[in-house]
């Protein structure tokens, strides 16, 4: 079971707009950045959204994120076959020692 | 171009010790404060952080592994490791190094990823 909590699996149509959230608690994503991830089939995750919502050079602006209080957002507007993927979100937890904490990832389906 | 590679046994036997290397091409590991770390994927699942070591040798551990995870530091051969003691069938996964450049995340580079099977 994971700290962050995500929804299992999201679809829209091409040109839709997608959310997909992401639930922690005061020791994560309540006190730290959040950070999105995309995981096309067979790769490695690749960087979609840091700092709660900067993107990377490359990342389209169909892409943004957003964070109030323990929760967070990964908007795409204009839906693309190409968006079709598992995304994670993540975040630095502060409780014990420290650790970074992933949700157990969203599979989204482009129908 | 940042690029990371991990490299190690695929197969390692129940109860041994899972040592991986990823080595790192394209910049100095002890160059600017960075934080190299790494995650699991099991086939079908999600990601599970595992841990990281700073550019300063500092560490930070998944709580739910901490007693068997070292993660370590070579500046020399610009390359870090990963050791997991105690495997088990549940440790197969596709392992990741990756490089974070914020103390709280920020994953922009990633390694390819390995197969790890635990099985006698």
């Known amino acids: 079971q994971s700290v962050l909590t995500q929804p299992p699996s999201a679809s829209g149509t091409p040109g839709q707009r997608v959310t997909i959230s992401c639930s922690g608690s005061?020791?994560?994503?309540?006190?730290?950045?959040v950070y999105w991830y995309q995981q096309l089939p067979g790769t490695a995750p690749k960087l979609l959204i840091y700092?709660?919502?900067q993107r990377p050079s490359g990342v389209p602006a169909r892409f943004s994120g957003s964070k109030s209080g323990t929760s967070a957002s990964l908007a795409i507007s204009g839906l693309r076959s190409e968006d079709e993927a598992d995304y994670y979100c993540a975040a630095w937890d502060d409780s014990l020692s420290g650790f970074h904490v992933f949700g157990g990832g969203t599979q989204l389906t482009v129908l | 171009q940042v690029q990371l590679q991990e490299s190690g046994p695929g197969l390692v036997k129940p109860s041994q010790t899972l040592s991986l290397t990823c080595t790192v091409s394209?910049?100095?590991?002890?160059?600017?404060?960075?934080?190299w770390g790494w995650i699991r994927q099991p086939a079908g699942k999600g990601l599970e952080w595992l841990g990281r070591?700073?550019?300063?040798?500092?560490?930070n551990y998944n709580p739910s592994l901490k007693s068997r995870v070292t993660i370590s530091l070579d500046t020399s051969k610009n390359e870090f490791s990963l050791e997991l003691k105690s495997v088990t069938a549940t440790d197969t996964a596709v392992y990741y190094c990756?490089?974070?450049?914020?103390?709280?995340?920020?994953?922009?580079?990633w390694g390819q990823g390995i197969l790890v099977t635990v099985s006698s």
């Open positions: 070591i700073s550019t300063l040798g500092d560490t």
């Open positions: 394209g910049g100095s590991i002890s160059r600017a404060t960075y934080y």
């Open positions: 990756a490089r974070d450049r914020d103390y709280g995340g920020n994953t922009e580079y």
């Open positions: 005061t020791s994560n994503i309540g006190s730290n950045y």
């Open positions: 700092r709660n919502n």
